[in-house]
């Protein structure tokens, strides 16, 4: 339907695999992704952003006593991703 303004529904459709029904939730983790049902991926940033975070506070607590290329060379292997190089 081109140009409606339908929004989702918010109650729980009535599908069931083997005469269980389908659960409803609000998000979940596909693929590595956080997939919500508002189609946003502020939660998905907000989880990355803490992981990444919790990366860069390993390599800084344990190896803080090491040079600063050292801990440099330390934080491109363990913080940052292959596809960003």
């Not at 599908?15 to 983790?29: H, K, Q």
């Not at 860069?56 to 090491?66: H, P, S």
Request: aromatic content about 18%.
């Amino acid at each position: 339907m081109y140009g409606s303004t339908a929004k989702v529904a918010a109650f729980p459709c009535g599908f069931s695999i083997g005469s269980r029904p389908m659960e409803f939730v609000n998000s979940y983790l596909h693929l590595g992704h956080l997939i919500s049902n508002k189609l946003e991926d502020d939660d998905d940033i907000a989880r990355s952003q803490g992981q990444f975070i919790g990366q860069v506070n390993n390599v800084l607590t344990y190896f803080c006593k090491l040079d600063c290329f050292v801990r440099y060379r330390l934080f491109q292997s363990f913080c940052t991703s292959y596809y960003w190089l």
